[in-house]
């Protein structure tokens, strides 16, 4: 699979990135952080530009997870079972992830897909329950920005860092994960202290 989306970034570069992504949103067992890292080496080689890379990649995330939205706001949650019972399995989904993912919206609301961006498999399946829930689409689309935003550019950076060496991050994956997490909540804590400051000092 690693191949599969290295040959995808290499014949059509930044877009090829950014539609590997999307795909990533709804089929789960692809590998986005090593697509991300790849497409950092590129940055670090010269053959991509960091923020048109974040742009792109952004957008995937965003058309994927709004894919699930929309399977989550036109069905009821039996329907989303028997959807997942029958065909979850052609994508990567299984029943017990997405119980996790609205156990995770349920008991923390909306900030559920902020904070869920940045988490493996609930990110992706945050989403339906969101839909299902009716949230409003832009707070949903902003917060997924926000969050897919930060997850995809430490990613980008830290394939950046490493540059041809990229490839060796595959061995510790799930140390990344969490340390990617820790990093992206404590940048979402910072912008949100922040944006509290300005609107306090602007009344």
Known sequence: MIDFATQLVESIGIF?????????????PLPSEFVL???GFNVSSGEFAFFPLLVATTTGSLIGALFLYTVGF??????????????GR?????????????????????QAVLFGRLLPVVRSLV????????????KFSTFT????????????????????????????????????AVIGVIVILVLARRA????KRGN
């Open 74 to 87: 036109g069905v009821n949650r039996r329907r989303v079972d028997s959807l997942i019972t029958g065909y």
């Open 16 to 28: 090829g990135a950014g539609l590997f992504i999307a795909i990533e949103s709804v089929v789960i």
């Open 127 to 138: 989403s339906i329950p969101a839909g299902l829930s009716e949230m409003n689409i832009l």
């Open 145 to 180: 920005i926000i969050g897919s935003g930060i997850w995809n550019s430490i990613w980008i950076y830290i394939g950046l860092q490493l540059g041809d060496r990229w490839r060796d991050a595959e061995g510790w994956a799930n140390y990344l994960d969490f340390l990617v």
């Open 196 to 199: 509290f400051a300005l609107k």
């Open 37 to 39: 890292l790849l497409s």
């Open 90 to 110: 052609f994508v990567g989904i299984r029943k017990e992830d997405v119980d996790r993912a609205f156990v995770w919206f349920e008991r923390h609301g909306a």
